[in-house]
């Protein structure tokens, strides 16, 4: 058996060993907590379809993919969407752009049918479940047990429209897969802030208003001990260290 043939009939076996039924959501859940503080790209293209909503009737895809070329949409195409599941794209700038207009496109079709109809609960997202203290891929150690899997572009339209996921939404993942930390990959091309990086994060840990992560972290912790060691691990994985406000 080829090495590709062997690689491909390991990970079906594999799957077959850990396969569990998904079940429907609990209850309705926040979608700013939910994707905070691993998940940035989510809040990227729900600020994607606010950027959609005040676009131009009858305007050209070519002038749209124009424009959303110079949005952190796009910063977010090329370094998770595309790094990350077609990194070989990267390498071609013409299909580099051809893949993201598509994307683009994509978007405003679905931007269209939720003004439209609503949210299309036949494709519920998919939350992962862990259990115990997990290490993300950047080194960041979560207590949670509530994750984004699937469905990044329906999560952003919720949080768009300020609406909660609520449970005929979703579907609960139960088998284990690595916690991917997509905010770290795109603080540096973002270049956010430690004002607008506080704001998201404080999202996840059910806070508002805080100013700077060290004031935000002294808080988590005098409530929670165990949420203050989750999010200093997160703030050391993202290079924000808290520092004493002067």
């Known amino acids: 058996m080829k090495r590709s043939a062997r690689a491909t009939a390991t990970r079906t076996i594999r799957r077959a060993l850990t396969w569990q039924p998904k079940r429907q959501g609990d209850g309705p859940l926040e979608v700013a907590q939910l994707i905070s503080p691993l998940r940035y790209d989510v809040l990227v293209r729900a600020q994607f379809f606010e950027f959609l909503t005040h676009r131009p009737a009858g305007e050209t895809a070519d002038r749209l993919v124009a424009d959303a070329w110079e949005e952190p949409y ?41 003004d439209t109809n609503g949210f299309d609960a036949r494709t519920p997202v998919t939350l992962r479940m862990t259990t115990g203290v997990q290490a993300t891929d950047t080194g960041a150690r979560m207590s949670r047990t509530v994750h984004v899997g699937d469905g990044g572009h329906r999560l952003a339209l919720l949080l768009q429209s300020g609406s909660a996921l609520q449970p005929h939404m979703y579907r609960l993942d139960p088998r284990p897969v690595p916690l991917i930390d997509n905010t770290a990959v795109l603080l540096g091309p973002l270049g956010l802030s430690d004002a607008q990086y506080c704001a998201f994060v404080e999202a996840g840990y059910g806070r508002h208003g805080f100013r700077d992560v060290h004031t935000l972290l002294a808080a988590v912790a005098a409530e929670d001990a165990v949420a203050g060691s989750e999010l200093r691990s997160v703030l050391d994985a993202h290079a924000r260290a808290p520092r004493p406000v002067v």
């Open 74 to 114: 796009a910063v977010w195409f090329r370094e998770v969407a595309m790094a990350r599941f077609r990194p070989w794209v990267l390498k071609d700038p013409v299909a580099l752009r051809s893949n993201f207009a598509e994307r683009v496109l994509a978007s405003r079709d679905l931007l269209k049918s939720f």
